[in-house]
């Protein structure tokens, strides 16, 4: 596990030397563009490297699974402060092949929070407050089709302006390979 001391001695060092001077930019993204990925740790730095960004460029927004299904959940909301606020004009849907989501078992899941001390009370609870766990949790089988069914949320909502273009793709986590899914007319 990341060790808190450690990380705080090296953050101090790494501000003492001005390491920070090679990232400095505003708060708005230079390519006016939203991306929307998997929190994957594979395309931690191989995403920007494969797409060429650098700090600054864009806004970046991740989940698990890249996964957009309630249009006013999280990731929507943080979408549109950037077109509204951050002056993002079009917003790129990027899965991944290979993505624990395509392979989530709720049912295992669910054992494993009952394993760590979840009481069977607590999973009632949630269960009678319409909380489904099987609905909150369901991953996808297929990527190209989970990246167009968010592509296809973020188009449809009510508050998205006109002219937002929502392009959706997939990234091969070992290459960096982009395949297109599907571009916004
Ligand atoms: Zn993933």
Do not use: W
Not at 98 to 116: H, I, N, Q, T
Not at 152 to 172: C, F, T
């Amino acid at each position: 596990m990341m060790n808190l001391d450690e990380m705080l001695a090296y953050n101090e060092q790494f501000v003492s030397d001005k390491e920070y001077q090679a990232y400095q930019t505003d708060g708005l993204p230079n390519k006016r563009t939203v991306i929307f990925s998997c929190m994957d740790t594979r395309l931690l730095e191989l995403l920007p490297k494969a797409l060429n960004l650098k700090n600054g460029d864009v806004k970046m927004v991740k989940n698990a699974g890249a996964v957009i299904r309630d249009p006013f959940d999280s990731t929507m909301k943080s979408i549109l402060v950037a077109i509204y606020n951050l002056q993002a004009e079009q917003v790129m849907v990027i899965g991944h092949h290979d993505c624990g989501m395509s392979k989530m078992d709720v049912p295992a899941l669910e054992d494993k929070m009952k394993d760590r001390g979840v009481s069977e009370d607590t999973l009632a609870t949630l269960s009678h407050s319409g909380i489904d766990l099987e609905e909150e949790f369901r991953g996808f089988r297929s990527v190209e089709e989970s990246v167009e069914q968010s592509a296809e949320i973020i188009r449809n909502h009510p508050l998205l302006p006109e002219g937002v273009k929502v392009h959706g793709l997939a990234i091969d986590p070992e290459t960096g390979k982009l395949d297109l899914v599907t571009r916004d007319k």
